[in-house]
């Protein structure tokens, strides 16, 4: 993720971690000083967080709902894994808040299932499983992607966070390019940049409205 920076992570005054979880990434910053709020829909993974990780504010928030921070707080946003298990409406809505809670100017860093990781779950099977998707299941993601740019596997029978509809999803860099430039300057997109598997999309809070 570091790479992925025009600037070293620590030299942001706030950092907002978007399913900061068990601080996977958090951990890593245990130098970090300014403000880094943890965001996550999981009480008890907050809870763990915040007292082993004491940089880390915890910040609870719940599916579909407005962040319950002040607007325009934040210089750098981070989210592992999060745009990766979203369906459409929830992406295009998580994205609008993101850019209601960032400053002109301040730099995201999503991950995404792309071509790569699309290629690996076809190729390794430890991978289909552990993403809970089958032979078919891979065979329409791929149809679909060559169409549209974007598939969300719905995980029937796993468990649900409220209204929040979790699966596995596959995002192109044509439909980030189409569809993400509207709340964002797309920046790059680094495929298979995270363990050679999710793509981490750099984007851009715009200068000018």
């Known amino acids: 993720m570091e790479l992925a920076s025009p600037r070293p992570l620590l030299s942001y ?3 907002m971690d978007f399913g900061v979880g068990c601080g996977r990434l958090a951990r890593m910053l245990p130098d970090f000083r300014g403000r880094y709020a943890g965001v996550d829909i999981d009480v008890e993974l907050l809870k763990w967080t915040s007292s082993h990780l004491r940089w880390v504010e915890p910040v609870l928030t719940f599916p579909r709902k407005p962040f319950p921070l002040r607007p325009g707080q934040f210089e750098c946003v981070i989210a592992i894994s999060v745009f990766t298990h979203i369906n459409e409406d929830d992406t295009g ?3 609008s ?6 400053k ?3 730099y995201l860093f999503l991950t995404v299932h792309g071509k790569r990781a699309l290629e690996r779950t076809q190729s390794e099977r430890w991978l289909a499983d552990m993403l809970t998707l089958t032979d078919r299941p891979i065979a329409q993601t791929k149809v679909a992607l060559e169409k ?4 969300f596997v719905s995980l029937n029978g796993q468990p649900k966070f409220g209204a929040h509809e979790y699966g596995t999803t ?12 509207t709340h964002f300057d797309v920046i790059d997109v680094r495929d ?13 809070h715009p200068t000018c409205p």
């Open 93 to 95: 809505f998580y994205l």
């Open 170 to 181: 596959f995002t192109t860099r044509a439909h980030i390019e189409r569809a993400w430039s």
């Open 192 to 204: 298979g940049a995270i363990h050679d598997f999710q793509d981490i999309v750099v984007l851009r």
């Open 13 to 15: 005054h706030s950092i």
């Open 148 to 151: 549209h740019g974007f598939h």
């Open 97 to 102: 808040e993101l850019k209601r809670m960032t």
């Open 104 to 106: 002109p100017g301040a």
